[in-house]
Structure formats: structure tokens, C-alpha cells
């Protein structure tokens, strides 16, 4: 996803000299290409996410669009108040891109888990909140935010994605996309918890279920559309998320959902349980520990139909 | 309009408006009022008819807090009216306590503090890149130097060699509740800057020869080889132009009052109004204004340290300066 990601950024960026690439220092052996193709339009920043960011504002003033880059919540928490009021606030085409959402740093520990991050970008106004589940959503979200005039967040994972679509058509910000059709239960998910979910599916499906899957490669703006939809078709909505159960995707679709009166549906929201993962482990390892495999994934949902 | 003249605009409107609002910080725009006055008469090249001129130099004011100040400059050099900065801090007004770009002239909106530099270097650099020829100008509170953040953007200001960006800092000497060196120590603050690179030019703030004389020096700094950038330490006082405002951090918080506070504000400006300037609130002044009494709250150091009597092992009440007067603060 991050290789796709870059990749894409250079297509872009050679098409377009005002399109900037600026890392905090972070992207050893990964942004090499774009450097050496677009020198001039790449900064190593340093260590100092803070300044990256309102400097990536000031650029974007002048006229750029501009993307900064770096790992875990390095470019989101760190300078949560220079997004809002230096980017977001003053409409600037900033794209803050984090590699390594939810889990994907498990074994170096709690300081690189982004787990809160979808919840706390969502907050704030004129950000659009991106997290793609494969390779193909990676890119098309990357072309898409670089066309959008505003402030965006793009969480990435870091690589070895599955592939699930073989194209998307018309990928719009702010549209879900309908991956397997199913019936009495639709499984939400964002992001590349993807892949679990999928899994989670097939076991599912062995054990006499039939669940639609529909991926939200957007956060913000959610598509209400697909959630009322689904809101009236289905029994039950399952949300997954490799990020805390507090305000992130599954809290966007629970406010929906809340707000919809005459549903069908009842919802069952799967992250991480508000919980700092303490337990020292890999990606797969953690997401099982911490109830978000696929395994748990298909456990907790027919806990939630067989109530 | 010259400088002085502007200046003594932006302290007149700076006292009304903060009186009307019941707002704060007048002693941060009486210290940055002579600042702001002098880029606005001689340096800052800008169009009020056209406030997004491509050419335009931009400007960021990082202590969003003494907006009142760069609001009355911006009305007296044609941006709107000078009788909508009556409105602020009004409901329904442009004119937020803390500058926002939705007000024509405002380049960037700040209020946070630690922002302004790397937004203005932002600019820099992305002119630099394009080629272009306008200059960015900064102007920082001192306080605002205990933001981690700045000293970020002074290591990328210098790595980038952004000679295009002039940074002012108004040095009052104050931050909200006390003199710096009994806050955060920030001195030798020019040598800090000078030993992350930066061209240092230290003057009086409050002198608009000096002032002036610094932002040439700048523009030559900026055609040196070494393409640093510049910083003007401009050592002001907080509360510049009122007496009793003077060195009292009361005045960081507390608007002029009706009454004696007003009164005397209003008096003390007119005796030191320059010629062919109207003061559009009291044009002859105030006739018999009324005068503080004893016991009411003038010369009295409000300062926390003054009563922060902690037992730590270290001395931590370093400098005063006897509040209501001009003089440097003297370590103790």
C-alpha cells in the first residue's frame, strides 16, 4: 500500500510541478524513487512534524498541494493543532498521509500504534478522512485527495495488502463500495482490517452464513447513503476497524444509524475494546489478541446473532 | 501617513477598541504598536484594493493575541473602514480577538501560539521555489519563543536558506504573567538565534529610526551569499506609550476602564499626538479628565513572582522593573 501510494504520488506529481512531497524524515528505501525523480519538489522536513505541517500549510497557501508523510501518529497527534487550525481552518490542499494505521507497527510498541487517529481527525471540520483496504483503493485515494482542493487524511498500511478489487469504477471521496453481496447480515469495514474481515466471511460462510461486505475506503464523509440503505435491508450491521471502538467508523455509522428511524438493522461495532495494545507481538498477532482476527471477527457476530 | 503617525493611530484605536470591547492584551499592542506602524508605512509592499496581489509581500502576525494592532493598521492603510474596528470582539464581527485570514489583509489566521514562523516559512520556501521576488514578514511575541515549535522552524528557516523571510520578534520582556526571566529564561535570546544560524539585528523597538534602519539591513542581509535569514530582536516595552501601562503585567489582561483608566490613556496620548493626525473618538482630547486617586492600582508589581514564595532550592524571582516606568528590567 505504501509502495502503491508513492508510486501513484510520482504519476501525479510529474503531471503536476505543484505537488510536493514532505517527510519527516521517515521513508528509508520507500520515497527514495520519488527523490530522485522529483528533487525538486521533495523536502525532508527533519524530525519535527509540527513544523511540517504548518510549513506544508504555508506552502499550500501559495499555491501547492502539498503532502506530508510520515509513520504512525508522528503526523496526526503530534501536530493535531497545526492540522486544525493551520491546515483545516484555513482550507489548505494539505494531505497528511501516516503509514502503519491500527497495527501495523505491533512489535515496536504502543507509541507507534495509530489507533485513535481516525476518531480524532474525523472531529475536525473540512477534513476528509481517508483509509483504503487494498492496493487499488490506496491508489485511487491517492489521485482522489490530490484532486480534492482541502485538507485531507490518507492511513495507509505498509505493504502486503491483499488485492480485493480488480478495478473500481467511478471511485468517488465519500462512496462505499459493495465487495460481496450477501444477506441478513452487511459487514462494514475501513481500512486494511480488510483482509481480516474477508477471512472472517469465508468462516462465516461455512458455518451457514451469508454476509454482505461492503468496504469504506472514506471515513468523512460517510456514506450515508449505503448505511440507511443497508440500515433497512439488513438485520444486522457489523462495523470493523483496526482502531479503537471509541468515535471512529464504527461511531460515524452508529451516529447514522441512530439518527434513522425504522431500521431494520441492529449494530455491532468491532475494534479495538478502548484499550492501549500493551501485549508485545506482530500485526497478526496483536489483531488476535486484541479480538480484531478473523477468527474473533466471525466469533463476535454470531455471539451478536445468536444473542 | 507616516510612521509616527500611524503609530500613534494604532495606539489610540488599540485603547478604544480594547475599552469598547473589555478586551485584553493592550500592553502587547502598545509594545508591537511601533512594529507594525513602520512595516506598514515603509517596508511592506501590499495592495488594499487587491489584498491577494500575487505580488504582494506576505505577512504573518504570530502573536495573534495584539490583533487589535495590525486591525488598526490594516483600516488606516485602506483595507476597510475604519469605523468597523469598533466591532471588535463583537458578536457578528470580523474582528476576532486573534487575527483570521477572513479578513482581508490577514495572510493567515493565528491566536495559537508557536505557529506563525513555520507558516510564514512555508511561504518563503514555496516562493523561493517559484522564483519569485516578494518577501515574507513574521512578527513573533517573545513568550511565544517558549513554543517548541518556533525553534523548528528556525532550524528549517536557516537549512533552507529562506533569505526572502525577515522574522521580528517584539521583545517586551513579558510574557502573561511575569517578566520571561522569572517564566521561561530565554536569554541571550539573540545569541540563541544567531548560533542556529540566523543574521541578528537587536534594536530598540520602540524607535522607528531604528526600526527602519533594521528592515534595510535585512533586505541587505538577504543579498548575501550566505542567504541566511534575519531576525530583528526589537526590545520593546510592554505597555509603550501609557505610563502607567508600562512594565505592569496587569496590563497583559486588564482593559482601560471607564474613568480614570481611560481618561489618563486617552490624555497621555494627546500629549504626545504628532502633527496632522485626527483622533476620530476625542478629537481635542478629553476636557477635564478624571485622575487616578490614591490607593487606586498604579506602580504596584503585579507579577507572580512577586508573590510566589516558593522554598525550591533554586531562586527563581531573577529580574524586575518597577511597574509604570520605561526602565529595563535589572536582575536581582
Known amino acids: ?307 | 501617513m507616516n510612521s509616527e503617525q500611524l503609530a500613534w493611530k494604532i495606539r489610540r484605536h488599540g485603547i478604544e477598541m480594547t475599552h469598547l470591547s473589555g478586551g485584553s492584551h493592550i500592553g502587547a499592542v502598545l509594545s508591537v504598536a511601533d512594529i507594525v506602524a513602520v512595516l506598514y508605512s515603509d517596508v511592506i509592499k501590499y495592495n488594499p484594493e487587491n489584498p491577494k496581489w500575487d505580488e504582494r509581500d506576505r505577512f504573518v502576525f504570530s502573536k495573534g493575541h495584539a490583533g487589535a494592532a495590525v486591525y488598526a493598521a490594516l483600516a488606516e492603510s485602506g483595507f476597510f473602514a475604519v469605523e468597523e474596528l469598533k466591532t471588535h470582539y463583537q458578536n457578528g464581527s470580523r474582528l476576532s480577538g486573534h487575527v483570521s485570514h477572513y479578513l482581508p489583509g490577514i495572510d493567515f489566521s493565528t491566536g495559537s501560539l508557536g505557529h506563525g514562523l513555520s507558516a510564514a516559512a512555508g511561504m518563503a520556501y514555496a516562493a523561493k521555489k517559484d522564483r519569485k521576488e516578494h518577501k515574507v514578514y513574521a512578527v513573533l511575541g517573545d513568550g511565544e519563543c517558549n513554543e517548541g515549535s518556533i525553534w523548528e522552524a528556525v532550524m528549517f528557516a536557516n537549512h533552507f536558506r529562506l533569505n526572502n523571510l525577515i522574522c521580528v520578534v517584539d521583545h517586551n520582556h513579558m510574557a502573561s504573567l511575569d517578566f520571561n526571566e522569572n517564566t521561561i529564561e530565554i536569554e541571550d535570546f539573540g545569541a540563541k538565534w544567531s548560533a542556529f544560524g540566523w543574521n541578528v539585528i537587536e534594536i530598540d523597538g520602540n524607535n522607528h529610526d531604528e526600526l527602519k534602519h533594521a528592515f534595510q539591513e535585512a533586505a541587505t542581509n538577504a543579498e548575501m551569499p550566505s542567504h541566511r535569514p534575519t531576525v530583528i530582536i526589537a526590545n520593546t516595552i510592554k505597555g509603550y506609550g501609557i505610563s502607567f501601562m508600562q512594565n505592569d503585567i496587569l496590563w497583559h489582561y486588564r482593559f482601560p476602564h471607564d474613568g480614570w483608566e481611560y481618561d489618563m490613556a486617552v490624555t497621555e496620548l494627546h500629549e504626545h499626538k504628532p502633527t496632522d493626525v485626527e483622533d476620530p473618538y476625542t478629537p481635542n482630547g478629553i476636557e477635564n479628565p478624571i485622575h487616578p486617586q490614591p490607593g487606586d492600582d498604579i506602580g504596584n508589581d503585579h507579577t507572580f513572582s512577586y508573590t510566589w514564595n516558593t522554598t525550591y532550592p533554586e531562586k527563581m524571582r531573577r529580574v524586575e522593573a518597577t511597574p509604570g516606568t520605561s526602565e529595563r528590567e535589572h536582575r536581582l
Open chain 1, 1 to 307: 500500500m505504501r509502495d502503491t501510494f508513492v508510486r501513484t504520488l510520482i504519476d501525479l506529481a510529474k503531471a503536476n510541478k505543484n505537488i510536493e512531497l514532505i517527510t519527516g524524515d521517515l521513508g528509508f528505501g520507500v520515497l527514495k524513487p520519488f527523490w530522485e525523480q522529483l528533487p525538486d519538489q521533495f523536502t525532508d522536513i527533519g524530525i519535527a512534524e509540527q513544523n511540517m505541517t504548518t510549513v506544508a500549510a504555508g506552502m499550500a497557501l501559495e499555491g501547492k498541494t502539498v503532502f506530508t508523510y510520515s509513520i504512525g501518529n508522528f503526523p496526526t497527534l503530534r501536530c493535531l493543532e497545526q492540522i486544525r487550525n493551520d491546515c483545516a481552518y484555513h482550507h489548505a490542499n494539505v494531505k497528511i498521509v501516516c503509514v502503519g494505521g491500527g497495527l501495523v507497527y505491533g512489535s515496536l510498541g504502543m507509541s507507534h500504534h495509530a489507533t485513535e487517529d481516525l476518531a480524532i481527525l474525523r472531529a475536525l471540520p473540512d477534513v476528509v478522512v481517508m483509509a483504503p483496504a487494498d492496493l487499488v483503493e490506496a491508489e485511487e485515494a491517492t489521485r482522489a485527495i490530490a484532486a480534492y482542493p482541502g485538507t485531507c487524511y490518507l492511513r495507509l498500511g505498509r505493504g502486503g495488502e491483499k488485492r480485493i478489487h480488480e478495478k473500481i469504477d467511478a471511485f468517488q471521496i465519500g462512496k462505499a463500495i459493495k465487495v460481496r453481496n450477501g444477506k441478513d447480515i452487511a459487514i462494514f469495514s475501513t481500512g486494511a482490517i480488510f483482509e481480516e474481515v474477508d477471512e472472517a466471511r469465508e468462516i462465516l460462510k461455512n458455518r451457514g452464513y451469508s454476509p454482505a461486505v461492503y468496504t469504506f475506503p472514506t471515513v468523512k464523509p460517510i456514506d450515508r447513503d449505503v448505511i440507511n440503505d443497508c440500515s433497512e435491508k439488513f438485520d444486522l450491521i457489523v462495523t470493523c476497524e483496526e482502531h479503537n471502538i471509541v468515535g471512529g467508523f464504527g461511531g460515524a455509522v452508529a451516529e447514522i444509524m441512530a439518527e434513522k428511524g425504522n431500521r431494520k438493522a441492529s449494530l455491532l461495532r468491532v475494534g479495538l475494546n478502548d484499550t492501549y495494545a500493551s501485549v508485545v507481538g506482530n500485526q497478526k498477532y496483536l489483531r488476535d489478541q486484541y479480538g480484531l482476527s478473523a477468527c474473533k471477527i466471525a466469533d463476535k457476530i454470531e455471539e451478536k446473532i445468536n444473542g
